[in-house]
């Protein structure tokens, strides 16, 4: 089992930048691909942004591309997340989940494991 536990969440105003972070139990997550997805309020779950298990490649949604930079670091098992350029429409609760495979998907069923959640508010 992989345990997983976000950090960084807050409130910021609209233009600024949070840095999350999600640290793994296990080493097993430097094996497998990261991603963050986020949930709004009456919304579905959405893809943000995924990193295959070396970190050589990425993929990001389209609403946060540009803005967003996800990156990992095995050695620490820890993958975050850059957030610049915020808008008001980023708000969410921001989930780190563990990929069943070594690459990148932005489909939530190819990850195992979640975490809990931080949550992400983005004053206007």
């Known amino acids: 089992q992989v345990q997983l536990v976000e950090s960084g969440g807050g409130l910021v105003q609209a233009g600024g930048s949070l840095r999350l972070s999600c640290v793994a139990s296990?080493?097993?997550?430097?094996?497998?691909?990261m991603g963050w997805f986020r949930q709004a309020p009456g919304k579905e779950r959405e893809f943000v942004a995924t990193i295959s298990w070396n970190g050589a490649s990425t993929l990001y949604g389209d609403s946060v591309k540009g803005r967003f930079t996800i990156s990992r670091d095995n050695a620490k098992n820890t993958v975050s997340l850059e957030m610049n350029s915020l808008k008001p429409d980023d708000t969410a609760v921001y989930y780190c989940?563990?990929?069943?495979?070594?690459?990148?998907?932005?489909?939530?069923?190819?990850?195992?494991?979640w975490g809990q959640g931080t949550q992400v508010t983005v004053s206007s």
């Open positions: 989940a563990a990929g069943r495979g070594s690459y990148s998907s932005a489909s939530p069923q190819s990850y195992a494991y």
């Open positions: 296990k080493r097993t997550s430097s094996n497998n691909a």
